[in-house]
């Protein structure tokens, strides 16, 4: 999530954090930050306190692929193509295995709720 986003919604992760609480941040720029999501990740499957296909597990897999393939020296708009690239090839993998009519539905919702 933006930096920007993070502390105007109401449910990120910073603002459900305690006072006092710890907490870490990583930085899109940060060449470990993607493997270090990903380890997070596993870990909260491995001790089942999420499924693989939970949102909060999705959502960080995906911002692991944007940091990874987001050049680090680009233009906010080339960094905006290169994460519509990304989502076309999602798109095409879901269609390929669950069906276009269920993906387009899936993604007809998901941008309902995102408007």
Partial sequence: MKKRD???IK???????????LVFVLLGRDVAAPAAIRAWAAARVRHGKNFA??????????????????????????????AERLCQ???????????EDQVR???????????
């Fill in 6 to 8: 993070e502390r105007r």
């Fill in 11 to 21: 449910d990120s992760c910073w603002n459900r954090a305690h006072e006092g609480e």
């Fill in 53 to 82: 296909i939970d949102p909060q597990i999705t959502e960080a897999l995906d911002v692991a692929r944007l940091m990874e393939n987001a050049p680090k020296d680009a233009s906010l708009e080339d960094q905006l193509a290169a």
């Fill in 89 to 99: 090839i999602y798109f095409k993998i879901a269609v390929e295995a669950r069906g």
């Fill in 105 to 115: 539905a899936l993604r007809d919702a998901a941008i309902s709720v995102a408007e």
